[in-house]
């Protein structure tokens, strides 16, 4: 498959770099655009140099690069995430803002129809951020919101992180196991 990955300038770059790790294990072409904010989020919430996670993709282009192949419609690509989604990220999308790279590739995604998956990272929403997100939802995109889930018993923040990352790679389609999948309970007969 070949994805689109955008890191936007939200806390939570743990999530964009295990997506990164993983499509990159199972031989996706990933093409990269990561804002000045998300670079100095990197630099603060990981141990990562900015290089480490360029490195991660195939393909790495400026936030102003709206030459990169993705930036138009006839450019055939599988999908795209943007992960964490920043909330001017989210306005711009909801809005129809191409004044970025990422955003100009989510309003492609949209208008041709592809998968696009957003994952805003914020919290408490205000009804502003909420009614962003039902505009995404209502265009097209899917909204994953950065929320931990606790039936597969994480262990650890990594584990936290795989159920996310996981979420994301199941919606585009991308086999993985990184998660316990909810297996329910099981009705007792009673005799």
């Known amino acids: 498959m070949e994805i689109v990955v955008g890191i936007s300038g939200a806390s939570g770059v743990a999530y964009a770099v295990r997506l990164l790790r993983v499509l990159r294990e199972k031989g996706n072409i990933i093409h990269l655009v990561i804002t000045d904010s998300a670079a100095k989020i990197i630099e603060l919430e990981t141990d990562f140099l900015l290089k480490d996670v360029q490195d991660l993709a195939d393909h790495v282009y400026a936030s102003s690069d709206f030459t990169a192949p993705f930036a138009s419609g006839s450019h055939l690509y599988d999908g795209m995430v943007v992960i964490p989604c920043s909330m001017g990220t989210l306005s711009a999308i909801a809005c129809g803002s191409s004044d970025t790279l990422i955003t100009r590739a989510a ?43 606790f039936y597969s018993q994480p262990r650890s923040l990594d584990d936290l992180v795989d159920v996310l990352v996981g979420r994301v790679l199941d919606l585009l389609g991308v086999e993985n196991d990184l998660y316990r999948r909810w297996q329910g309970t099981l009705e007792r007969k009673c005799l």
């Open 107 to 149: 309003d492609v995604c949209l208008k041709e129809k592809r998968r696009l998956i957003i994952v805003p990272r914020e919290t408490p929403l205000g009804l502003v951020q909420l009614r962003n997100m039902v505009v995404a939802a209502e265009a097209g995109a899917v909204v994953l919101p950065a929320c931990p889930a």
